[in-house]
């Protein structure tokens, strides 16, 4: 995939990095990947999007791959922002119907951002309610009286976030999710306004979405940007 490499700075002056693809058509997927990796584990996942026709732009957060900083919650939220607002001030086709793309941890950031400008469409893949949600989830013995904020700082509260959100919403989940509880995703999807549409992928994992899913879910999300997207070919 022919590429652009993109350098531009949040709004604290952390330099952070990214990668265009330009695609074929006016939307772009914004792409926020999870709480692993970088972004040139995604390659497999960004080749497929990208036959869609859309445009990517995926990021580093900061402290992850090459961008600078040190990661926090406010600070992927300023990263994804900065991203935002790198693709809108294009002159390009690039800024137009911008569709933010989440996975996993990136979910919560997109709907942060979401919840705060407006956007095309929200796409969360394999999405959390929230962190101390996680953190019940995972060690069902603490007690639900039991604050957590004093010893999980983070919260990316999806839950909260997702109600505020006007764009239309697409949520797709792994039925065998073994990180984030397939109920979850339900969950999330229930507290969305409309229009939204929830995609079960039957055998997917955390992970496996596009491996297990195949046609089935490149033909839900492309439906789905037809749908809520304008596409204006090139």
Known sequence: MDFEDVRFSAVDGVRLHGWF?????????LWLHGNGGNIAHRLDVLSAHHRLGASIFII?????????????EKGT???A?????????????????????????GCAVALEVAARHEVGAVVLE???TSVHAM??????????????????????DSLSRIERVAAPIMIVHGELDETVPFEMG??????????????AVPGAGHS???????????????????????????
């Open 21 to 29: 693809i330009p695609g074929g058509d006016e939307i772009t997927l």
């Open 60 to 72: 580093d957060y900061r402290g992850y791959g090459i961008s600078e900083g040190r990661p926090s």
């Open 77 to 79: 939220y300023r990263d």
């Open 81 to 105: 922002e900065a991203a935002l607002g790198y693709l809108t001030s294009r002159d390009d086709r690039g800024g137009r119907h911008v569709v933010l793309y989440g996975h996993s941890l």
């Open 126 to 128: 394999s999405p959390f």
């Open 135 to 156: 953190a019940r989830s995972r060690h069902p013995i603490i007690p639900s009286w039991l604050p957590l904020w004093p010893i999980i700082e983070a919260r990316y």
């Open 186 to 199: 339900r969950e999330l999807f229930a507290a969305a306004n409309e229009p939204k549409r929830l995609l």
């Open 208 to 234: 496996d979405v596009l491996e297990v899913g195949g046609g089935l879910y490149l033909d839900a999300l492309r439906t789905f940007l037809d749908d809520h997207v304008g596409r204006r070919p090139s």
